[in-house]
């Protein structure tokens, strides 16, 4: 951002501001250790915190590969029950504006000039960027307790007067404002390889295709309410 990188630089470390000419550390964010997402938006930094995560010990115990990567893909799996915690800290001094506890899905997390958003693993949650109070949480749109490392997650957008969310084969509109969904689509292609949810929106057009499984597939759907 401008003149300044912020990293997390893993499990156990807080969140560093560094100078983006020399790298020299300028700031370390406090009570940051184990961000494992961050965003910086207009001056905040929002660090989505997983203090009780582990250095993944990867040891094999199956000769076959395949068996390996399910094992695997079921023990790190993010799961619901595995709270999180997202803060909003001020870039320039370190202070703290807020922090709430929530399971937060993996790569879903997004913000604007009035909001964060988030999802829960079975509705979209919205809070004020500046004190962190809920300003809605939607109805339950996907039950999706865990994310195996093989699933990428769901994609979560932010466009205008609309979030958008797209879990396995379907793409929700959810209103900016309130969280009431305005339309859904079903039969959406699965995408990605270990990557989250192929979804763009382009001229006020949501795309989203099955890229990397062979299949020459679109889907478009115009941004408004029917």
């Not at 983006?20 to 930094?45: M, P, W």
């Not at 879903?108 to 693993?121: E, M």
């Not at 079975?122 to 004020?128: G, L, N």
Request: charged share 30%; hydrophobic share 35%.
């Amino acid at each position: 951002v401008k003149d300044t990188v912020y990293v997390a630089p893993g499990v156990g470390k807080n969140v560093l501001a560094l100078d983006a000419v020399t790298g020299e550390v300028r700031r370390e964010y406090k009570n940051t250790a184990t961000t494992v997402e961050l965003i910086c938006s207009n001056g905040v930094v929002f660090p989505m915190v997983e203090p009780d995560r582990k250095m993944v010990d990867y040891r094999q115990e199956h000769p076959n590969c395949w068996h390996e990567r399910d094992r695997a893909s079921e023990k790190w799996a993010w799961r619901k029950e595995s709270k999180q915690r997202l803060m909003a800290i001020e870039a320039n001094t370190g202070k703290t504006k807020w922090a709430v506890k929530s399971p937060i899905a993996t790569m879903t997390l997004a913000v604007d000039n009035k909001k964060a958003c988030f999802f829960d693993g079975e509705s979209v949650v919205a809070v004020d960027r500046d004190t962190g109070k809920v300003l809605w949480e939607s109805e339950t749109l996907e039950e999706m307790g865990r994310l195996k490392t093989g699933y990428g997650g769901p994609k979560l957008l932010l466009h205008g007067q609309y979030v958008l969310l797209s879990p396995q084969k379907k793409i929700y509109a959810l209103k900016a404002n309130t969280g009431e969904v305005v339309w859904s689509v079903s039969g959406k292609p699965r995408s990605g390889h270990h990557s989250p949810e192929d979804l763009f929106v382009i001229n006020d057009i949501v795309w989203a295709a099955g890229t990397a499984r062979g299949r020459k597939t679109r889907l478009n759907r115009l941004l408004k309410e029917n």
